[in-house]
């Protein structure tokens, strides 16, 4: 007997089958198919033939593969009994509820385990979400546990991952499929500048606007695992989970992160639109749904530690000057916070920099009609701090660690400290008007510990419960806690520490692919980059921070007269284009010049769109080559302006029509010649506007 299930939505097909009681394994996963294929003629028509040196069958590639089935890869379970003994178990078929996405249950009487899978499909965003839960009769200790494992496509060549540093997040690296395994791991006990938890698998000739691409992403803020294998056989098998060995205690009960996935037909734009609607449509949760996203002004980079009241005022008077509509006044301000040694888990307010309190600086900004955020690093701990003093035993890990930023991490999974941290940042949101948090973590983990992460989500759930106007920034030396997890708690991250906007063009032109600009926060930072030594144009540093969500973070009386009058243009241009940006899609370009990193942000509507093509290199060529748009409608006309055109250098001298009029064009022209840009230097950026003209 073979048992099979079917998910579908208006773009893809999910088809499952298990032979008897076996585990079932993903027989089908692609383009929607139609409703006359039979789910068991699929299993039996993809079912793999048999040579010589093999064994009399192929053993199945499930949704948790099992080793005690002769399986030759990478098994989806490892664990013990109380007593340390491994456990090999065999699953087999108990119940499934298909009534809301599907749910299958499998157990093994022997060992008293049961495994459940479940999957649902969202049918407006596109995205899988698959799960794994084991359930034990008695305590067991856990070393693996995979989400749903899924076969990854043949006609691939190649995969892409994420790497990265601090201030150098979200690097692509393409890996070339070969027999064996790519095995990625992060340890650090939080989502990682290293290893973004995502994965995309391009068939052959796909890019960012065409082909068929398979995306995943891992939605845990803890560190993962991931497993991308080939068998000796040639199948492939693709394994999500918490990084091993997270679970320090036997338990009964063990769950994987949510796992999403979505196959798309047109590009890698396919799986980054997907993944940009699910995290603003269903992970986040808005204090304030429908307020249109506040221009943002950060202090840390105009005082850092140097607070000093009538200073933040004036700094404050000159952002809202700009066009600022929030203040957040960022490290320094608690204890005896005077650089980053010190006081971390002391949250006081500082009666040396703050003798009246905060209250005067607040009622001023509140005065220039801006709200007011604070920086809280709530999961760290300095050793010269008063909590420290009082509770050495707080701290996570041993008394002789490594520091990281002369700090130690709290041990989240107490109660006690949960309970500390919640009354020490309540009392500063009661006490206080502040609707921001820009949340840190400074500092990886001594070791990986899911209880870690499960204690920090239970502590931030419990301060939303209770100050649900309060917007979270996840923040971990900029791009370092960034997933799915934290979004479901928080509102907007800090991709990287850079405001190099060289470097930050490419860092927000790869984390596109999974997040949306509605919650990415970009800022104009400083003349000199403090991070990259660059000088930088201000025209440059305000267009790459209109990308996103809008801010600022230098101190804005280093800006001369054009400098100002350039950031209030392009302030204004976002203030009065947001209200729809905030729902476009982000749409990566396939630039022709390797030195061009290009997007399109298109409503949702399609009918209007802007164009943001930035310069990071010389270009090998002496001509700009033409710019091809996408995913718009080949017979409609649109008006395309070139928004700075009075940038221009005197070094180009030609006449491009865009460089003096708009055009009117049609869509498959835009698809297929595309634009013609200006020449320019590097380090530049070209905006253009377009809208559709009635029909």
Request: net charge negative; hydrophobic share 40%.
């Amino acid at each position: 007997m073979t048992r099979t299930w079917r998910l579908d939505n208006g773009r893809q097909s999910l088809v499952l089958a298990a032979e008897g009681e076996r585990l079932p394994q993903v027989v089908y996963w692609g383009a929607r198919l139609p409703e006359t294929d039979e789910p068991a003629v699929l299993h039996a028509a993809s079912r793999l033939d048999v040579t010589g040196g093999m064994l009399d069958e192929n053993p199945d590639l499930t949704l948790c593969p099992e080793a005690t089935r002769s399986f030759p890869g990478q098994p989806g379970l490892i664990l013990r009994d109380a007593g340390g003994t491994p456990l090999l178990p065999k699953f087999c078929y108990d119940s499934h509820d298909d009534s809301d996405g599907l749910r299958l249950r499998y157990t093994d009487t022997t060992n008293g385990l049961a495994l459940v899978f479940s999957f649902a499909l969202d049918p407006e965003t596109h995205i899988i979400t698959a799960q794994t839960r084991l359930e034990t009769e008695s305590p067991v200790h856990l070393h693996w546990l995979a989400a749903p494992v899924v076969p990854a496509p043949q006609l691939s060549d190649e995969m892409i991952d994420f790497a990265g540093r601090w201030c150098g997040e979200f690097q692509m690296h393409r890996t070339a499929w070969s027999p064996g395994m790519r095995y990625r791991e992060n340890r650090t006990g939080r989502t990682g500048h290293e290893h973004f938890p995502g994965l995309l698998i391009p068939c052959r000739g796909a890019t960012n606007t065409q082909g068929e691409v398979y995306g995943f992403h891992y939605g845990w803020s803890g560190g993962h695992r991931m497993i991308a294998e080939e068998l000796p056989d040639g199948r492939r098998q693709i394994q999500w989970g918490h990084a091993a060995r997270m679970e320090t205690e036997a338990q009964t009960a063990f769950e994987t992160a949510p796992l999403y996935m979505v196959y798309s037909n047109d590009g890698l734009n396919g799986c980054a639109v997907a993944f940009q609607r699910h995290a603003r449509d269903r992970i986040v949760t808005w204090p304030r749904p429908g307020t249109p996203r506040p221009v943002h002004y950060n202090c840390w980079e105009a005082v850092y530690f140097d607070h000093n009241v009538a200073v933040l005022k004036d700094i404050a008077s000159r952002a809202a000057d700009l066009g600022a509509e929030r203040f957040v006044l960022d490290d320094g301000w608690f204890g005896m916070r005077d650089d980053d040694t010190r006081s971390l888990s002391d949250w006081q307010v500082d009666p040396r920099k703050y003798p009246d309190g905060l209250h005067p600086l607040i009622d001023h900004v509140h005065g220039l009609g801006m709200s007011f955020g604070i920086w809280f690093e709530p999961e760290m701990i300095n050793p010269d701090s008063d909590l420290h003093r009082a509770h050495p035993d707080w701290a996570l890990g041993s008394e002789d660690q490594t520091l990281g930023r002369q700090q130690k991490a709290l041990n989240m999974a107490l109660p006690a400290v949960r309970a500390f941290l919640y009354d020490r940042m309540s009392a500063i949101l009661r006490d206080h008007p502040i609707d921001y948090i820009k949340w840190d973590h400074n500092r990886v983990l001594p070791m990986p510990d899911a209880a870690q992460t499960r204690g920090s989500y239970a502590l931030i759930d419990r301060l939303r419960a209770e100050f649900p106007h309060v917007e979270i920034e996840s923040c971990a030396s900029g791009g370092g806690r960034i997933d799915f997890g934290i979004l479901k708690r928080t509102q907007r991250v800090w991709l990287s520490d850079s405001n190099d906007a060289i470097e930050r063009l490419r860092i927000q032109h790869n984390a596109a692919l999974f997040l949306p600009s509605v919650v990415t926060g970009s800022h104009v930072g400083p003349r000199e980059c403090h991070t990259s030594g660059r000088v930088i144009d201000i025209s440059m540093r305000a267009w790459v921070a209109a990308q996103r969500h809008m801010g600022f973070e230098m101190d804005p009386r280093e800006l001369d007269d054009r400098e100002a009058a350039v950031l209030r243009e392009v302030t204004t241009w976002w203030k009065t284009n947001r209200d729809w940006m905030e729902g476009a899609d982000i749409l990566r370009l396939d630039a022709a010049d390797p030195a061009v990193l290009a997007e399109q942000q298109l409503c949702r509507t399609g009918d209007r769109f802007v164009v943001f093509a930035g310069k990071q290199d010389t270009s090998g060529q002496i001509a700009p080559r033409p710019l091809r748009l996408t995913r718009l409608s080949p017979d409609a006309m649109y008006r395309v302006r070139l928004l700075n055109r009075g940038s221009a250098h005197a070094l180009s001298r030609g006449t491009p029509a865009l460089k003096s009029d708009d055009i009117t064009v049609s869509g498959a022209w835009l698809m297929n010649r595309g634009l013609t840009l200006p020449w320019s230097f590097p380090a530049t950026i070209w905006v253009l506007e377009g809208i559709r003209l009635d029909t």
